[in-house]
T-cell receptor, first 112, second 114 residues
Framework: QQQVKQSPQSLIVQKGGISIINCAYE??????FPWYQQFPGKGPALLIA?????SEKKEGRFTISFNKSAKQFSLHIMDSQPGDSATYFC???????????FGSGTQLTVLP | EAQVTQNPRYLITVTGKKLTVTCSQN?????MSWYRQDPGLGLRQIYY???????DKGDVPEGYKVSRKEKRNFPLILESPSPNQTSLYFC?????????????FGPGTRLTVL
């Protein structure tokens, strides 16, 4: 079964620190890796996504790092802010797939 | 405003009493999907639909039914709910498949089955 393993389950970071969430996958055919952000009481929303033709993608304070040989990808949040406190889900898919495979989620708390 | 709406937002019911959670999107999206979210398990797909009258099972379809008679609506039906279906449910839609397009999620429906 295709799986995406996400860690840690929860993360507490001080304001201004770096938050790092990791995901590992098994299916080498995966070629689309999005991250979704979910605030309490809301549905998830796409934050940033990467395809394996690049090793890194940055959007503001959010960066995805991708390691194809290790079958891992991670989300880095620089200068973490209390407003970043949310649950983050990684996901993976192939371009032809009809479904996304989601990780189990990471609850991030950024302390003021 | 482009959005996915779900109703009801909260529902408490009893075992065996049929219920329907509605989902509607106003973005003319082809793809719609239902997920359940449980602590430690992330988002698991229940059913999805590539277009009108085209539905398929996701990873956890047992105990659920769906229909797609209109492009904008994708109701989730629990014909005989059981306590293990207590969960937070999300409907989502995208232009085409979620591997190529952003998926837009509804606000969620918290279901409790007693």
């Amino acid at each position: 079964q295709q799986q995406v393993k996400q860690s840690p389950q929860s993360l507490i970071v001080q304001k201004g620190g770096i938050s790092i969430i990791n995901c590992a996958y098994e299916n080498t055919a995966f070629d689309y890796f999005p991250w979704y952000q979910q605030f309490p009481g809301k549905g998830p929303a796409l934050l940033i996504a990467i395809r394996p033709d690049v090793s890194e993608k940055k959007e503001g304070r959010f960066t995805i790092s991708f390691n194809k040989s290790a079958k891992q990808f991670s989300l880095h949040i620089m200068d973490s802010q209390p407003g970043d406190s949310a649950t983050y889900f990684c996901a993976a898919s192939t371009m032809s797939a009809r479904q996304l495979t989601f990780g189990s989620g990471t609850q991030l708390t950024v302390l003021p | 405003e482009a959005q996915v709406t779900q109703n009801p937002r909260y529902l408490i019911t009893v075992t065996g009493k049929k219920l329907t959670v509605t989902c509607s999107q106003n973005m003319n999206h082809e793809y719609m999907s239902w997920y359940r979210q449980d602590p430690g398990l992330g988002l698991r797909q229940i059913y999805y639909s590539m277009n009108v009258e085209v539905t398929d099972k996701g990873d956890v379809p047992e105990g659920y039914k769906v229909s797609r008679k209109e492009k904008r609506n994708f109701p989730l039906i629990l014909e005989s709910p059981s306590p293990n279906q207590t969960s937070l449910y999300f409907c989502a839609s995208s232009v085409e498949r979620p591997s190529t397009d952003t998926q837009y999620f509804g606000p969620g429906t918290r279901l409790t089955v007693l």
